[in-house]
């Protein structure tokens, strides 16, 4: 960094230190409501990575209890942190809210096999005339009728035909 310091003109720091990049990973913040909150070193505040209260299972908390007496309170935590606990309602609230079912009509009959055109005994089910190929019956009568039988008018057709077939 010296190098690049001297040649560019400017002034990058090489400092670093693990313990920094630590710290900046504790953003869970305690403080006590003690008598602990006036005396150094750390003036009451407990800094953590995960968000668990100083409690008896730490070394010190004896003592602190002993010694303080006073109560841990959270005062900082991470921009947009969630509780899991928080967290699973507000999934349960959304799966709720947001439930595709509400938009669509239920209908008391189901369709059968041979309605769905699926195949029963091997054999697969035609499917009772839907909208679409009334449509393409439709219009293949209306060309029929339309057209002569020059080959440019038919190869004119049939193309209609098989764009329409296909949207």
């Known amino acids: 960094m010296r190098e690049v310091n001297g040649i560019t003109g400017l002034n990058i720091s090489i400092y670093h230190s693990f313990n920094d990049e630590v710290d900046s990973y504790r953003q869970h913040v305690w403080l006590c409501d003690g008598p602990c909150r006036k005396k150094p070193p750390f003036y009451g505040i ?3 990575a995960m968000n668990q209260p100083p409690s008896l299972r730490d070394d010190w908390f004896p003592i602190h209890q002993k010694t303080c007496g ?3 309170n959270k005062i900082a935590e991470p921009e947009g942190y969630v509780d899991k606990k928080k967290q699973k309602q ?11 079912d509400q938009y669509f009509k239920k209908e008391g009959k189901k369709r059968t096999r041979e309605e769905a055109g699926i195949e029963t005994n091997g054999k697969k089910a035609e499917k009772k005339g839907s909208k679409e190929e009334e449509a393409v019956e439709a219009l293949q009568q209306v060309m029929s009728q339309q057209f002569n039988d020059d080959d440019d008018d038919v190869q004119l057709q049939i193309l209609l035909m098989n764009q329409l077939a296909f949207k």
Do not use: D, M
């Not at 959304?94 to 595709?100: C, I, P, Q, T, V």
């Open 46 to 48: 407990v800094k953590r």
């Open 70 to 72: 006073g109560t841990f």
């Open 90 to 100: 507000l999934k349960e609230e959304a799966k709720k809210e947001n439930n595709l």
